[in-house]
């Protein structure tokens, strides 16, 4: 029942994803950034705020740009409305919005593309490719993050005046201090779930689908009604697709994996998981201005959460000990 549901997801570890080719694209793109016209920026329309790469914002804010919102076709209705109002007063660059799977949504968008990984780059200059001069794919494409490794040769895209664009790596960032930022990137494809505890994916997927009303879930896993419980969610995912374990139970990491697959193959419907309103938008704004962590700072704040997380138990364990 919607009153059970959590207004807030507790979470208290961090997630990370920042193979080596992120490193050098960063590098290597803040270098050619300098030979180009025009930065299309392409973020995802499901992820307005979290698909900002703050290192990119920095030098891509004073340069030409174009920002892109793709995948608006895994949107909610008048997303690309409550986008442009968000943005407003927040950035210069022109906004618009496309579905890399339709050329003709695409047509105005000319030049370079840039962004976070598995937002549709690759996919987006094929598109402009298509519907600029006919031609079939010229960049390869994936559903899994991190499939361009590399700044490509130009494609071109427009004959008459002649128009090329390069396809970039989608960079995430070397230290995503911020959990609920990881968590919907990696819902949405867009970072690598193998390194994270697949079960908090699920979890977090089942806290957006009941504040935002969406339980469509609790029908095609045959549940009652919709639950806020995940154990009781994945108990069910288990039942309804037959991964069951011999002897009872159920297989909880497969289980989590298949919620969060049908999901992403758009079965329990479309979500924008980032907050709109004006007070989410400032504060994401100005975290974007924190300098993003060195390695070493990394290991440092790391090692202060672990101390923290240390003294908040034993404190626990001190109260406990003195009540009873
Ligand atoms: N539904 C939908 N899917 C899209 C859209 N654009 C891209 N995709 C799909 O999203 C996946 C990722 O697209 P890519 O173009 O490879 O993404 P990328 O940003 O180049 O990814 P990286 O190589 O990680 O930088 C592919 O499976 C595409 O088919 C879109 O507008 N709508």
Redesign the pocket.
Known sequence: MASTFRTAFQIERTFNWFPGHMARGLRDMTAKLQTVDLIIE?RDARLPLSSINPQFEEFAQERNRLIVY??T??TTPGTPARIRQALAGVTNSPVVF????TPRTVRSVVSYAA?M????????INALRSAGVGRGNAVT???R????QRIHTSVKIHADPPVYVLDT??LMLPYVSDPLRALKVALTDGMNTEAMEIEIVADYLLYQLNRQHNTDYAKLINLEQPSDDISEVLAQVAKRFGILQKGGGYHHEEAARRFVREFQLGKFGHLVLDDLDPASVETFMADLKEPVLSKSMQLKEAKRERAQKMREKNAARKLKLRSG
């Open positions: 392409t793709n995948k076709d895994l496309t579905n890399a799977k962004g990984p598995n937002v549709g780059k690759s996919a987006l494409t994936g559903r993050p991190g499939v361009t790596p989608g």
